[in-house]
């Protein structure tokens, strides 16, 4: 239990009528790599937006650490919830399908933009720091570009830059390549994947399912907002037990 | 395409042909004959604020009563034929006349020589004085020799006006209504009216507040207007004229509505004499750079008022368009509520309201300040709505990224979204500035005289409307012009990346 980072306990989430998530349980342990799976709208892009905050839950608890967030009233959220919220995600790093990189700001103002405004970190400082991350990611020269001027790709590389910038426990990767041309999505994986290397706490929703099967701890199949199956990734890949899993594996693997 | 051209030049050709038949002047066909044919005479007049001249009778306002129209009456009775009022503003009632839009004029029209080498006058009908009005407490005040200094409201294009200007050092305040000066008087925004007497009589005399100070100035005479080519007509309203003195009927008129006086026995000397007593003078030929000192100064008016109710708008709508895009209720409720309100009511009554209205509860504002606000406030209402369009054009994305790396919202709308919506909304932004430049000109309701007020006050005394009009028209274009270049380039410069 000490080594728990991410705890999701009986988690319900409703779109008007609709009741997407019927009490979710889910432990995630430090250092862990968990790859979600499942049909485009079986929830495993909203899950990860729960822990985030970015979306709302009506009942249950997440919790990451020791913060603890409990459901949220959709409409007001009062002032705790919001700070509560936001402590979560100082923690945990975000990266988006859509890149999400400031438009008005080159990559190093992207990079350097939180850790100066919400950490108080000093500009030469965060300067440093953001340098070296460059650095890994393999593009230091462009530094004062714009993104309008980087590739998908690189982009996409700026803003898992941006987010370890906040130096968080655990990450969240929603759909990370699924807006990239294919040319591009070797080089975002392996930047992944040299994150997981160093032993971070990766959480990754993605159609991937060689990178998913390469660097995954465990894999999560969703389904109609269920969690249908978990396992290794050798258990879910090669032996299924159940058909929906192995329904959905046989479609995304013919493809 | 071809079509669409087609199309397009016909109806310009039909709109030309148009123009050039609807009849710009009077026709060689005599007037008198068209009156007696049509059966009816048509004579112009401004109603609004007219008492007791011609104006909406209290108690039926679809009827008009006022001792002119009970003149009209006579005349039209004598004629032969009804008389009809046409209602027209009373600063431009000699150009409609002169472009044919009635037969003739009578609306308290002084007899002056600039407008006598414009129209021919009949007979005055009435010898009007010039009274100055003060509130009842004043005391310094005595007659027109103690203005030095002081406020003085009259009306534009009045003789009046002369008479304050002539006389130096006087705060001359111009207004278009007859009501406004006493009212601002009586507020204490003037220190003295100088008017017509048939004007403080019926708007002054009864005000608790105000009273009569010193003896009436500047006996002049009021004329109908008729059009130069209409001399029949005159001499036969001038045998009118003569014919209701005798009679008495006119000094019955007068004595309805409080108007006769011993001044008004000189009409019939005037009508003994006859013909033409007041010589033709030359034509108030001033070379037009006379008039640019005071033009200019209206621009300069006008730019004051411009910029710094733009600058109100604009800070005014971000701080509205935040309350309602992320304020609670009340706040964002009252945010939504002020843009509807203040876009959903003409922005005329807005100032009426803040000007003249705001005084019944005690509220007194300088007309620049009630412009500025008026303006500022109007216009806030419409940058709220463009910055909310902005903002909204900002991708969900953004701001889910923002959060996402711990930014509270407020800190995620300083940074990353008003900065980007700010660029969506700039173009628009600077239009509105050009709009609002324009609609500077709605202010001169409220007394104050900017580059139109100017413009309409030079062109009532001269007459020039035409000449002071490019000018004026001008002097705008060349003030908003290098607006609308800006807005043009910073729009090129927008639609690329955004950086």
Redo the contacts between chains.
Sequence with gaps: MINTVIKVENLHKYYGDHHLFKGINLDIQKGEVVVFIGPSGSGKSTFLRCINGLEYFQEGEIAVNDIELHSINRLRPSKEDMETIRKIRLKVGMVFQQFNLFPHMTVMENIIEAPTRVLGINKNEAVEDAISLLRRINIERKANSYPDELSGGEQQRVAIARALAMKPEAMLFDEPTSSLDPEMVGEVLSVIKDLVEEGMTTLIATHEMGFAREVADRVVVFDKGDIIEIGTPDEIFTNPKTERTRIFLSRILKI | MKKFLKIFSFIICLSALFYWTIPTQSDTCNTLEKIKKRGYLLWGSDAEGGAPYAFPDPKDPSRLIGFEVDLAEAIARELGVKARQSQNAWDSLIPALKRGDFDMVMNGIEITPQRQAEVLFSLPYYIYTEQLVVRKEETKIKDINDLKGKKVGTLSGAVAQDILTNLGGVDVKIYSGQVEPYEDLALGRLDAVLLDLPIAAYYAKPNPKLKYTGNPVGEGFYGIAIRKDDDELKKKIDEILIKLLKSGELKKIYEKWDLWNDTQEKLFKVAKESKDYVTLEEIKKAPIYTFFPNLLRGAGITILISFSSMALAIVLGLIITILRLYG?PPLSTAATAYIEIYRGTPLLIQLYILYYGLPNIGISLSPLLAAFIGLGMNYAAYESELYRAGINAV?K??M??????????S?AIK??IM??AV?IALPGVTNDFIALFKDSSLVSVIAMVELTKTYSILAATTLRFFELGLIVAFLYFVMSYPLSLFAKKLEERLKG???
């Design positions: 609670r991708p994305g953004q889910e990224a923002a959060l996402s790396l711990g930014m509270t919202q800190l940074r990353i900065p980007q660029r990346p955004m950086r």
